[in-house]
């Protein structure tokens, strides 16, 4: 507060005696020109006999002002101060100068500093001695006489409040420009006392605004300081309780809110329920249309989860993870309500850049029963749920049961089954023949994972394949069948048969997958063209570009490629015509209906079509009699696999025909019936 009086009283100080300053100044000037003209017109100074040169230098050491100069800083522009003033000019000068002038000092010098003459005549001796060693004088003197201009002096100091006085130095220049003398010559201002009063109000006044601009800008500098710092804080607080992207309540206020909701409704017994969401194939989003569009599609989601769970706290715990707690006197029967509604705003796709995205939500939905119950608990429960809804075919939602506790001890009981069967050896890989129908000769080998626990004895691919796709074993595994297959194939007696390995999407990592390929096949000493792949539609919806781009490296290998379990998605022809495939597999589930339904078996007899005219082989799997097997020769099916030729067996290297219904050789026409030992 003090700081803030001093540095106004400071400006007003200041500015008024800068306001004196130059109002003084300013007056004085007009004088001093006037002074001037009227010296300079009667051109006092006349040079001396040259005897009297050394008297009046010698005259003049009393009064050294003009000695003192030129001893410290001649310069050859000042001539030898041979110059004297007559009585009479002396006298018309004064005589001009008092009619012009009511009080005045002058002081007529020579360039040695001898005093020729001075005003008023009564002036003392200590006061032309003052007025010479006065160093502001002493400074205008003699820069008066090297510029031959008029030089003004004052006493003018910041730190004293007093009205200034001002003096001039006039220098006597003769025709070649050259100084002689020169007169110092002061006198008062001719001011009144209205003038200097307005003069001191303008200098307040402009003091005052000065001080109220500089006081507005500081005051507006500073709010503009304060208003960005509770701007940030603002931000921070929200962004440490809010999703940057949807804006949502966050995990943290998620739980905290939760957890209050429990605390409440163990004391008033009301309900509280949490619904876990989750986005359906939101990588494929990101994938196909890119993050930016993946945001949106996230914000469009979040818009949508308001507009149904209004009343509610809806928040984003993560990347595609929404949550939603319901707390107060609501039914089992109210939150079905309110989770179908949840789904139906997913019946309408959103556009995002002028491409429609279609919309699916899982969700779980899990109930406080009892006071006991925790935050963690209940989300834990929540998820659960929404696990079971998304292996159920997404797009739905599932209450949470407690047999889910249990399926969840079982599942993490397999995955640590599976981790030490990986390092101890204990899966293995069968094979299961791949027959051609129109010369009844084994083609190739499908190479299917078995697993044989110790303890639970038979383990079914249809139980430990999705948990190593959850868990990320499935690369682990699957490159295990890879490098098992190759090798055994490697070892087959008949070069010609081909391997067959399947590759799911959870394992086919763009840019790892070609190379370890070419790993498996330089180890093994496979020929590639003795290597088929098989991948689903699933794996090219995931990310088409990408995919179809590491297939045809895969392809340029020589390895050939074939589309599984084709028909059972919605779009494989259009996936047919952006990827040249080598083998079309009809899923067992037209064939196991073919013969006993009609649009069954015009679907087949489609795809056998579709096959000759893109001159792609075609197999039929789950083939198990052979009524089956005629229909598919009669159709114009190139390959047959199913249990009727040949169950999954391991293959002997020396002879790989055995156990399979096929005919051996080229010239042999004896057939083998298939054994039905496993």
């Known amino acids: 507060m003090f700081a803030v009086i001093g540095a106004i009283a400071t400006s007003f100080y200041a500015i008024d005696q800068a306001t004196l300053y130059y109002l003084f100044k300013g007056e004085a000037q007009k004088q001093f020109d006037t002074a001037k003209n009227i010296i300079v017109s009667h051109h006092p100074l006349e040079e001396e006999p040259a005897h009297e040169t050394t008297g009046a230098q010698k005259s003049s050491a009393p009064l050294s002002f003009g000695l003192r100069g030129s001893s410290s800083d001649p310069t050859p522009e000042i001539i030898s101060p041979s110059w004297k003033l007559p009585a009479a000019k002396a006298r018309?000068?004064?005589?001009?100068?008092?009619?012009?002038?009511?009080?005045?000092?002058?002081?007529?010098?020579?360039?040695?500093?001898?005093?020729?003459?001075?005003?008023?005549?009564?002036?003392?001796?200590?006061?032309?001695?003052?007025?010479l060693s006065d160093p502001s004088a002493y400074d205008a003197w003699h820069s008066a006489l090297k510029s031959g201009q008029l030089e003004i002096y004052s006493n003018f100091h910041w730190l004293e409040w007093q009205i200034p006085e001002f003096g001039v130095i006039i220098p006597y220049v003769n025709e070649e420009n050259k100084a002689r003398g020169g007169f110092i010559f002061s006198t008062k201002p001719a001011i009144n006392t209205v003038v200097f009063m307005d003069a001191i109000a303008f200098g307040s006044a402009f003091a005052f605004l000065l001080v109220l601009v500089v006081a507005i800008a500081s005051i507006m500098f500073a709010w503009k300081g304060l208003h960005d710092r509770w701007k940030t804080s603002k931000t921070i607080r929200f962004l440490a309780h809010n999703d940057p992207l949807t804006h949502?309540?966050?995990?943290?206020?998620?739980?905290?809110?939760?957890?209050?909701?429990?605390?409440?409704?163990?004391?008033?017994?009301?309900?509280?329920?949490?619904?876990?969401?989750?986005?359906?194939?939101?990588?494929?989003?990101?994938?196909?249309?890119?993050?930016a569009a993946g945001d949106t599609f996230l914000q469009?989601?979040?818009?949508?989860?308001?507009?149904?769970?209004?009343?509610?706290?809806?928040?984003r715990l993560s990347g595609d993870e929404f949550a939603v707690m319901i707390e107060g006197e609501y039914t089992s029967h109210d939150i079905t309500v309110l989770a179908q509604r949840a789904l139906a705003t997913t019946n309408s796709n959103c556009v995002i850049d002028s491409k429609e995205i279609q919309i699916s939500l899982s969700m779980g939905i899990a109930q406080a029963t009892d006071a006991a119950w925790r935050s963690s608990r209940?989300?834990?429960?929540?998820?659960?749920?929404?696990?079971?809804?998304?292996?159920?075919?997404r797009s739905t939602y599932t209450w949470y049961?407690?047999?889910?506790?249990?399926?969840?001890?079982?599942?993490?009981?397999?995955?640590?089954?599976m981790i030490r069967a990986l390092k101890l050896d204990g899966f293995s890989v069968v094979y299961q023949a791949q027959v051609g129908l129109a010369d009844n000769k084994l083609k190739a080998f499908e190479a299917l994972l078995r697993w044989v626990h110790p303890e639970k004895g038979r383990i079914s691919p249809e139980v430990f394949i999705p948990i190593a796709e959850d868990t990320g074993l499935i690369e682990a595994l699957g490159e295990y069948v890879l490098k098992k297959a190759c090798a055994d194939a490697a070892s087959w007696s008949d070069p010609t048969l081909k391997v067959a390995v399947n590759f799911s999407?959870?394992?086919?990592?763009?840019?790892?997958?070609?190379?370890?390929?070419?790993?498996?096949?330089?180890?093994?000493?496979?020929a590639p063209e003795r290597l088929e792949i098989e991948i689903t539609e699933s794996l090219l919806i995931a990310d088409t570009t990408s995919v179809v781009k590491s297939l045809k490296k895969i392809g340029d290998m020589g390895v050939s490629i074939a589309m599984d379990d084709f028909g059972t998605g919605y779009s494989s022809l259009s996936y047919l015509s952006r990827f040249p495939f080598n083998k079309i597999k009809i899923d067992r589930s037209f064939i196991m209906n073919i013969g006993k339904d009609a649009h069954t078996d015009a679907i087949v007899a489609a795809i056998i079509g579709l096959g000759r005219?893109?001159?792609?082989?075609?197999?039929?799997?789950?083939?198990?009699?052979?009524?089956?097997?005629?229909?598919?020769?009669?159709?114009?099916?190139?390959?047959?696999?199913?249990?009727?030729?040949?169950?999954?067996?391991?293959?002997?290297?020396?002879?790989?025909?055995?156990?399979?219904?096929?005919?051996?050789?080229?010239?042999?026409?004896?057939?083998?019936?298939?054994?039905?030992?496993?």
């Open 92 to 131: 018309a000068v004064k005589q001009a100068l008092v009619e012009e002038f009511e009080e005045f000092e002058l002081l007529v010098v020579n360039v040695p500093g001898r005093p020729l003459a001075v005003h008023p005549r009564d002036m003392t001796t200590d006061r032309v001695n003052e007025i």
């Open 248 to 291: 949502l309540p966050n995990r943290a206020v998620f739980s905290d809110e939760l957890n209050k909701a429990l605390r409440k409704a163990s004391i008033t017994a009301s309900n509280v329920y949490v619904i876990a969401i989750d986005v359906d194939k939101f990588k494929e989003v990101n994938d196909n249309h890119g993050h």
């Open 300 to 315: 469009i989601i979040s818009d949508r989860l308001r507009l149904v769970f209004s009343e509610h706290l809806v928040s």
């Open 378 to 393: 209940l989300l834990h429960c929540a998820d659960l749920a929404l696990y079971r809804s998304k292996n159920g075919g």
């Open 401 to 417: 049961e407690s047999s889910m506790d249990e399926e969840l001890e079982r599942r993490r009981e397999l995955e640590a089954e």
């Open 505 to 526: 999407p959870a394992q086919f990592k763009t840019g790892q997958i070609e190379q370890k390929i070419s790993e498996a096949l330089q180890e093994s000493g496979l």
């Open 613 to 678: 005219s893109l001159d792609v082989l075609i197999t039929a799997e789950g083939v198990e009699d052979e009524m089956q097997a005629q229909i598919l020769r009669a159709g114009g099916c190139d390959i047959v696999q199913g249990y009727y030729f040949g169950k999954p067996n391991n293959v002997d290297p020396a002879n790989p025909h055995a156990n399979i219904r096929c005919t051996l050789g080229l010239n042999d026409t004896k057939q083998i019936e298939a054994t039905q030992s496993a």
